[in-house]
């Protein structure tokens, strides 16, 4: 080895090893906001379902359900124009004892780090979650 080669590497592995790291840590950093969305979105549906079976009437239970689900997003950090929430119910009343509510919840997931480029955000992904709760006899 000569004199002009020594230390070279040490600065090929940082360099290769600087190039590798940054791929894999944004990596991780995009697959942990779409699990943070996940389980956004299933506490949010889930929240929303028990709350909606529980209101008075239907125009009340669903802006509960929309401020539960809104309240749920803004706890993850997610923006208000990325989620959106549906209702179904089994029967035409909503709200009939026995009748069963299904929430769905899905989020759009931002690409992190990534500049808007006047279409919006770059997504990531879209998650969904949804669950069902029956309106019970006594409320």
């Given at each position: 080895m000569t004199n002009g080669e020594r230390g070279g590497?040490?600065?090929?592995?940082?360099l290769l090893g600087a190039l590798l790291l940054v791929p894999v840590v944004y990596?991780?950093?995009?697959?942990?906001t779409l699990q943070g969305a996940s389980y956004a979105a299933a506490g949010a549906a889930d929240h929303a379902a028990k709350i909606f079976v529980r209101?008075?009437?239907?125009?009340?239970?669903?802006?509960?359900?929309?401020?539960?689900v809104s309240?749920?997003?803004?706890?993850?950090?997610?923006?208000?124009?990325?989620?959106?929430?549906?209702?179904?119910?089994?029967?035409?009343?909503c709200l009939e004892a026995g009748g069963v509510v299904t929430v769905t919840v899905g989020v759009d997931v931002p690409l992190p780090l990534a500049p808007d480029l006047g279409g919006g955000p770059l997504k990531a992904g879209r998650v969904g979650a949804s669950a069902s709760q029956v309106v019970?006899?006594?409320?």
């Open positions: 590497a040490v600065v090929e592995f940082v990596f991780v950093v995009t697959v942990g209101a008075a009437d239907p125009a009340s239970a669903r802006a509960n359900a929309e401020a539960s309240l749920a997003m803004s706890d993850f950090a997610m923006d208000a124009s990325a989620w959106i929430m549906n209702v179904a119910c089994d029967r035409p009343a019970g006899r006594f409320r």
